[in-house]
């Protein structure tokens, strides 16, 4: 039973975008906009996805089109009608896209979990992390030009009170304590990281409710990656670190549905059929899940880097 309850608050949510690259121009949403798959700004469609991760696998469980404010316009009419794209159907950024997606599946009770993820797309909105469920956590990446103003410095007393970019508190020696772990298990070993975390303001006016956890992840490749997190300041490193870790599934997710369930594989046009077919492979995951959890004879076959692979 304990080890029940555990996976159970081990449940993590993920928050991204990924885009579809389109030749043609009837497809609904399709416009000229950035494109991950690309590296460049091309014809695409772009969508906004949730993910639930736990020890026990993970999948998508929902999404949305997001539609270009153009597709609003009086050139677009015909192309809105030809698509079917519902008249009730308003612009909405890929921002509320997402906190509308997360509110349903939150409401139903199904997935249970303690953290939201996302990339720094949604996280350097303070409004979008406002807007998330007042009982979550949230581990939300930024950019590395981020402003922040120390908690506390006695040292770096300029820190405090003019505040400086992410960055340029990893620069700044002797502030950091970085602390190494096992991410996940490669060819040749252990694969580890370097962490660290330090108390922050994201307001120079320094207000309680301001206050923020600032987590650095050293990769690696010596990438450092950064976050934001309203989680108390009692929660535990290595939770930090796990949490760390689940922002990797959706990206696994993404990878999987392309390759092995058709995710980026149709030809429809319409917003009713885009939504069911993106429905239908998320469907299709589950059922995977589901079976990988039935036959697997690794408990950890899994589970994402940065958890444990016991699942207790």
């Avoid at 070993?189 to 330090?198: T, Y």
Wanted: charged residues 30%; glycine residues 8%.
């Amino acid at each position: 039973m304990r080890s029940r309850i555990q996976k159970r608050r081990e449940g993590v949510w993920s928050i991204d975008a990924s885009e579809f690259a389109k030749k043609g121009k009837d497809s609904v949403g399709v416009a000229p906009q950035y494109c991950g798959a690309l590296g460049k700004t091309a014809n695409c469609q772009s969508g906004v996805f949730i993910c639930y991760s736990s020890p026990n696998g993970h999948a998508l469980l929902d999404g949305g089109l997001y539609l270009p404010q153009c597709w609003f316009t009086e050139n677009y009419k015909e192309r809105r009608e030809k698509c079917r794209v519902p008249e009730n159907i308003t612009f909405k950024t890929k921002l509320e896209i997402a906190l509308g997606l997360f509110t349903r599946l939150k409401r139903n009770r199904l997935f249970p979990g303690q953290w939201v993820t996302c990339d720094a797309s949604f996280g350097n909105n303070n409004e979008f992390l406002e807007g998330l469920p007042k009982e979550l956590y949230y581990l939300a990446d930024i950019s590395a030009t981020r402003k922040v103003w120390l908690k506390h410095s006695p040292e770096h007393p300029e820190l405090e009170s003019q505040g400086c970019t992410v960055e340029q508190l990893v620069e700044t020696k002797g502030l950091l304590q970085w602390r190494s772990r096992k991410i996940a298990e490669g060819e040749k070993g252990p694969i580890v990281a370097a962490f660290a975390r330090v108390r922050v303001y994201v307001d120079e006016k320094r207000t309680p409710e301001s206050e923020r956890t600032l987590w650095m992840r050293n990769d690696p490749s010596g990438k450092i990656k950064y976050a934001l997190s309203n989680a108390p300041e009692s929660t535990g490193f290595d939770e930090m670190v796990r949490v760390s870790g689940a922002r990797w599934p959706i990206e696994r997710c993404f990878e999987e549905n392309k390759s092995e369930l058709w995710m980026d594989h149709y030809e429809h046009r319409s917003w009713a059929a885009w939504h069911r077919h993106m429905r239908l492979v998320f469907l299709a995951q589950l059922f995977l899940v589901r079976l990988r959890l039935k036959y697997k004879k690794s408990p950890g076959a899994d589970v994402a880097p940065g958890a444990d692979a016991t699942g207790t």
